[in-house]
């Protein structure tokens, strides 16, 4: 299922972002600068819209790609790096101290 609402980053800790991710960090550029609204759009049909559980915001799972390719990582090393690279959990819009949970194998 996907939200009807846009996720926002409602945490106390967020200002951290200005002190510990330079105005000039790569992934905090390309963030401010592209909109990625337009994958939603797409992919809006794609979900179920009142069954299930809620889906990882679809431009989250875009932008885990670009990391992915930009520093030539796995995909478990970006998972890693996303639950303690400050830059990284900026540049996926997540609360300086949201937890990944570990899928299920």
Known sequence: MISNQQSLILSPFSSIYDIVVPKDNMLRQINELVDLSF?????????????GRNAVPPVRMFKYLLPKSIFDLSDVDVVERSKYDMSFKYFLDMAPEELLSTPVR
């Not at 759009?41 to 009142?50: A, S, T, V």
């Open 39 to 51: 994958i939603l759009n797409e992919l809006q049909d794609k979900y179920c819209h009142d069954n």
